[in-house]
């Protein structure tokens, strides 16, 4: 489905701009008439009517009347300025207009008419209606006329009106529609004055060269303006090539009704050298416009990928994520984002690093080189928690393309480590729980340190509970807590793994873990001086250790420590004993 043209209503009023397609075709018709035409018989070649055609695109509807008007009056004059006055010459405009009534119709609401060039669909619906279908109408209309009016033989008058009027039409149509839509005025001042007199050179130079091939009979040289205006595409573009193309047709087709020029070596008379002409000019347009419709697709297709480039830019520009390319030998080939404070690096110093030369910065990524994982987890140096997620472009291909997008989960991570902190801590004494506890001596097994292992029993707990109630109970918890945080060093564990026992796992030998727990024992029987009331009137504690040895499980030094603590319960508790 093509989208329907919203006709430009800038630039002069529509009356105006009516009167400026009168002048220029009345200009134009009364020129071709003059050098293109016997005088009874259609001109070889009319471009009158892309004038009118041009500026009915860019008008709407609605606005049509006097651009018709206007263009029935131009071409009745220029007959009578150049034939002489005649009634017929009323019947030729009408066809010639409504010629391009009809071709507006139609174009006008499947294509932008400012994008004839832009792709090869669109210039093929063009070529059709325009080129094909509208000159075939107005032929059979203008040969019928030219039969009956001047007994002109039907199917000469019709070739010549159809091939006139298509290639007119299919030539000058694009120029004049970028002169009308402002095209022309935009493409000029984004040039340079340099760039300017370049191009001026280059059309100049072009016209020069066609002239030359046109002004000798001795070689058959129409390749040339082909091979030169094909050339003239690339630096010039569309709007270059549509001034080219009107110079090739105007210089050749003066020639050839000269009897002068390459088509001039052909046997035939002139309506034959005329269509011959035609046939060369619409293979010339043919192969130009297919160029410039690739290079205009491509350039708009270029246009499109540097404004999505510079949108995903702005987006990560303001985006709280980092995102490196990798192209399919992994190099980096793209970064954006905050890079700086994720990565610890600029964006720029990013693009051309190796994704193996980033894992040697940041070991955590190295999994994404074997294809292990897809999400690790860094650090940043300004102590940003961040997360890197790894996706292949095409998976299927052995060396495909891979973005990393790095999250900052700064905030996530200390909701997570909170809420394991809580999941891991006593309410009460503010130590490790027993979940955490265990944990905990899990993670120092691992690491194969040397540790040992304090289970603490307040003694005779239920007695203070029951004779003090459970309030001075919890009081005397919470500072048995305090006391072993305070005696133990930052790398322990200390947590309160029952009702009224703790643990402590020391990063030490089982002799150092019985001094530190002697001066536990010590300070906890000056607990009872801190409690308001000074009651209990003191609280002691049991205390078995043991070391871990090799080759032991949790479960046996948690068993060889318990089997000290049981001693101590059964020799009068108020000490320490350590077990091996």
């Not at 030219?146 to 694009?174: D, E, K």
Request: hydrophobic share 50%; aromatic share 10%.
């Amino acid at each position: 489905m093509y989208r329907e043209q919203r006709p430009s209503t800038e630039g002069a009023p529509i009356l105006a701009r009516a009167l400026y397609a009168g002048l220029a075709y009345f200009a134009l018709a009364a020129l071709t008439l003059r050098f293109a035409s016997d005088g009874r018989n259609h001109a070889t070649i009319w471009i009158a009517d892309a004038v009118i055609l041009a500026l009915l695109l860019q008008t709407p509807r609605s606005q049509w009347r006097p651009v018709l008007i206007a263009g029935v009056i131009a071409n009745h004059l220029a007959n009578d300025a150049v034939r002489g006055f005649a009634w017929s010459h009323i019947l030729y405009a009408a066809i010639n207009i409504t010629q391009a009534w009809v071709a507006a119709i139609f174009l006008q609401r499947r294509l932008a008419a400012s994008s004839i060039l832009s792709d090869m669909q669109l210039l093929g619906r063009f070529v059709i209606w325009a080129g094909v279908i509208t000159p075939a109408i107005g032929g059979l209309l203008g040969a019928l006329s030219a039969m009956a009016i001047y007994q002109q033989p039907f199917l000469a008058s019709f070739a010549r009106w159809f091939f006139s009027n298509a290639l007119g039409i299919v030539v000058a149509t694009p120029f004049f529609n970028s002169l009308w839509d402002g095209s022309y005025g935009e493409f000029y001042r984004g040039k340079t004055p340099a760039q300017r007199w370049q191009m001026l050179g280059l059309l100049v130079g072009y016209a020069a060269l066609v002239d030359l091939v046109f002004v000798q009979t001795d070689m058959p040289l129409l390749f040339i303006p082909v091979s030169a205006l094909v050339l003239l595409t690339f630096p010039l573009g569309r709007h270059g090539i549509k001034i080219g193309i009107l110079i090739t047709a105007i210089i050749g087709m003066m020639a050839t009704i000269g009897n002068r020029g390459p088509i001039a070596l052909m046997h035939g008379d002139l309506l034959a050298k005329s269509i011959f002409f035609q046939f060369y000019l619409v293979t010339t347009l043919a192969t130009c416009m297919t160029v410039v419709a690739i290079i205009t697709s491509r350039a708009e297709f270029a246009a499109k990928l540097d404004d999505r480039d510079k949108s995903i830019r702005m987006i990560l520009a303001n985006s709280p994520d980092a995102v490196l390319g990798f192209d399919g030998h992994g190099c980096c080939i793209f970064a954006g984002g905050p890079t700086d404070s994720l990565l610890d690096t600029h964006a720029d110093d990013l693009v051309g690093i190796s994704l193996a030369q980033l894992a040697e910065q940041w070991p955590e990524l190295g999994g994404f080189l074997v294809g292990r994982g897809t999400v690790a987890e860094l650090q940043s140096r300004e102590g940003f928690c961040v997360e890197a997620s790894f996706a292949l472009l095409d998976p299927a291909l052995a060396q495909s393309g891979a973005v990393i997008t790095f999250h900052n989960i700064t905030a996530r991570a200390l909701r997570e480590r909170e809420l394991t902190r809580k999941a891991f801590t006593d309410d009460l004494t503010q130590i490790l729980n027993r979940a955490g506890f265990h944990q905990g001596v899990h993670d120092v097994m691992k690491e194969g340190v040397t540790c040992s292992l304090a289970l603490i029993d307040v003694d005779y707990f239920k007695e203070i509970n029951d004779r003090y109630g459970h309030a001075m109970g919890d009081e005397v918890l919470s500072r048995i807590g305090q006391c072993l945080r305070t005696e133990t060093r930052a790398t322990d564990l200390v947590g309160r793994i029952g009702g009224d026992e703790f643990a402590i796992l020391f990063r030490a030998d089982a002799v150092t873990a019985a001094k530190v727990c002697g001066r536990i024992l010590e300070r906890c029987r000056q607990i009872n001086g801190l409690i308001e009331g000074g009651h209990p009137e003191y609280v002691t504690l049991s205390c078995g250790i043991a070391q871990m040895m090799s080759g032991w499980t949790k479960a046996q030094l948690f068993r060889t420590a318990d089997e000290a603590l049981y001693e101590v319960k059964a020799q009068g508790r108020n000490a320490v004993r350590l077990r091996a």
